[in-house]
T-cell receptor, first 116, second 113 residues
Framework: DTAVSQTPKYLVTQMGNDKSIKCEQN?????MYWYKQDSKKFLKIMFS???????INETVPNRFSPKSPDKAHLNLHINSLELGDSAVYFC???????????????FGPGTRLTVT | KNQVEQSPQSLIILEGKNCTLQ??????????LRWYKQDTGRGPVSLTI?????NTKSNGRYTATLDADTKQSSLHITASQLSDSASYIC????????????FGAGTRLAVHP
């Protein structure tokens, strides 16, 4: 009965490679997000999709491309990986796109990406 | 610049004791403030969501307060348990149509037996 799931949990790869992280939610939510948590533990939003439409894109390099095949899935594809991409990436979902509402965001367990 | 600052950076307490974590923000306009608990190796889990008009909100042994005038919030944990060991993250939502989530760096709490 996992709410928000991500695969893989760990990803170790070399610089220059292309990799994808998958996210699925079974909560029936309309909005999904990708966050990056760096080594200092700051969480920063990268993207947000509402009903498969991109609504937030926070100055993320265009090497990062989110893809939402349907409302329940939001995948993150990263081209030409760099050392600085090493971080934990969290997927999240919420019932509503407007964070000024009181709808909660539910986070996945995270994917630890290490670029060597 | 909109920022969220949390203190202390880390805290060690004994099981059964109470503690208070602080969050100061400069975010304007303000929409709501959230506290999350993040266990090591896991995603954040929401504890409380507070809007401008709410001064206090409880969730079990967790009580959050908000002073929108001084732009301060606190999270009080009562009768701490070993399972409270985690990072506690304060998040402020920017209003006025920007709807941006601004995260603090978190307070790492360790509860020792």
């Amino acid at each position: 009965d996992t709410a928000v799931s991500q695969t893989p949990k760990y990803l170790v790869t070399q610089m220059g490679n292309d990799k994808s992280i998958k996210c699925e939610q079974n909560l029936g939510h309309d909005t999904m997000y990708w966050y990056k948590q760096d080594s200092k533990k700051f969480l920063k939003i990268m993207f947000s999709y509402n009903n498969k439409e991109l609504i937030i894109n926070e100055t993320v390099p265009n090497r990062f491309s989110p893809k939402s095949p349907d409302k329940a899935h939001l995948n993150l594809h990263i081209n030409s990986l760099e050392l600085g991409d090493s971080a934990v990436y969290f997927c999240a979902s919420s019932r509503h796109a407007d964070p000024t509402s009181s709808y909660e965001q539910y986070f996945g367990p995270g994917t630890r990406l290490t670029v060597t | 610049k909109n920022q969220v600052e949390q203190s202390p950076q880390s805290l060690i307490i004994l099981e059964g004791k109470n503690c208070t974590l602080q969050c100061n923000y400069t975010v304007s306009p303000f929409s709501n403030l959230r506290w999350y608990k993040q266990d090591t190796g896991r995603g954040p889990v929401s504890l409380t969501i507070m809007t401008f008009s709410e001064n206090t909100k409880s969730n079990g042994r967790y009580t959050a307060t908000l002073d929108a005038d001084t732009k301060q919030s606190s999270l009080h944990i009562t009768a701490s348990q070993l399972s409270d060991s985690a990072s506690y993250i304060c998040v402020v939502i920017e209003g006025g149509g920007y709807n941006k989530l601004i995260f603090g760096a978190g307070t790492r709490l360790a509860v020792h037996p």
